[in-house]
């Protein structure tokens, strides 16, 4: 079976519709055709300041919420990125393979650092997008299910796989992004043409999906369209009507052209009428699943704990052979 790989963040609060439709839902349906490594990537959260308190917390609600969304331990491999420290370890070699000006170029970086203003920014912040290419490279993943944002990310991943492998003989394999084009990128709902992000300036184009449903069915009641009347997907004249017909199709299964043909004549009220529906009926037992993982704590650290076991068994191969191809003497 082909290997995929990917993470998310311990973000505070809740995953929003962006994570789960742009990655979290091809995670749950490549578990039954790929070998599946997910992990909750707390090392990337601290490249901002964490509370102690709030990030334990979080990595457990995030794990909770994978599962709720329906990853099954039994089908993939969930874990917590620390608790596997050769990602640590592999991430040092990839730093020193890097070049400055190539990490530079990053455009998330460039984006998350001027959000928290150049100055504040750390240099762990300006190295992850090589410890994510550490993070794909030690499961030798054939495919990472992503976002678009992620990208550039995957092709930095590539090229550090390539260079190594010319350099120190044939050792990683050099993995595929794996971006479906209907879910690529979410857009806010009150600005469409910004993606969904956890850091959006105002909450009310982010869809959280542990919010109240009723906050939920809100928002998308009041989400940006346009001035004409016509629900049509038009990506570039209508990006809020399109945005809105792609998570629609994407939740309920519904083509978008029979949503427009559904839609025709009618007004714009009714489309999101009907999509605040869906969403409750999505977000509602959503909710209820994170909580009945949340509730037993020890089960969820368990279940981490044995996923980590696995996760590191192959990790640990992949970071001797790096090692030895290197020239790093071996302890004795
Ligand atoms: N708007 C989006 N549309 C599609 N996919 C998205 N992803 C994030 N936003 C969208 C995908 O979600 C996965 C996990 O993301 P992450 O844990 O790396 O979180 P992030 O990128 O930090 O999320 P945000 O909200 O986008 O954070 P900020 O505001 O910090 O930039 C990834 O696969 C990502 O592509």
């Known amino acids: 079976r082909p ?3 990917s993470g998310i963040q311990p973000t505070a609060g809740s995953f929003h519709l962006g994570n789960y439709l742009g990655a979290v839902r091809q995670w749950v349906a490549l578990q039954e055709s790929h070998d599946a490594f997910y992990m909750v990537v707390d090392l990337h959260a601290i490249t901002v300041p964490q509370d102690p308190k709030e990030l334990r917390a979080n990595t457990r609600l995030a794990a909770a919420q994978l599962l709720a969304a329906g990853l099954d331990p039994e089908r993939c491999t969930l874990f917590v990125q620390s608790h596997v420290p050769e990602h640590a370890q592999l991430g040092w070699i990839m730093n020193c393979l890097t070049g400055f000006g190539e990490a530079s170029r990053m455009t998330q970086f ?3 650092s001027a959000k ?3 100055d504040r920014a750390t240099v762990g912040l300006f190295t992850y997008p090589v410890l994510q290419v550490a993070d794909i490279l030690l499961y030798q993943a054939n495919q990472v299910p992503v976002g678009e944002d992620q990208r550039q990310h995957i092709e930095l991943t590539r090229d550090l796989a390539e260079r ?6 044939p050792t990683f394999t050099v993995p595929a992004p794996y971006i479906l084009k209907e879910t690529a990128k979410i857009f806010d709902l009150q600005d ?5 992000s956890k850091s959006a300036s105002t909450p009310k184009g982010l869809i959280n999906l542990l919010d109240d449903p009723k906050v939920t069915a809100k928002k998308v009641r009041s989400a940006v369209t346009d001035t004409d009347t016509v629900i049509r997907y038009d990506a570039e004249k ?3 009507v399109s945005n809105l017909l792609s998570i629609y199709s994407t939740l309920t299964g519904t083509a978008v052209p029979d949503l427009e043909q559904k839609y025709e004549g009618k007004g714009y009220g009714a489309l999101k009428t009907d999509l605040a529906e869906v969403m409750v009926e999505f977000v ?3 909710r209820t699943r994170t909580q009945e993982y949340l509730d037993d704590p020890e089960t969820l650290d368990a279940l981490l704990a044995k996923g980590a076991e696995k996760a590191r068994t192959v990790a640990a191969e992949t970071l001797a ?3 030895d191809r290197m020239g790093l003497l071996p302890a004795k």
Do not use: C, E, H, W
């Open 3 to 5: 290997r995929v790989l």
């Open 110 to 112: 460039k984006d998350k």
């Open 192 to 196: 469409p043409a910004i993606k969904m």
């Open 284 to 286: 509602t037992p959503f």
């Open 238 to 240: 209508k990006p809020g």
């Open 164 to 169: 190594f492998n010319s350099r120190f003989g």
């Open 321 to 323: 052979q790096t090692y």
């Open 116 to 118: 928290q203003g150049a």
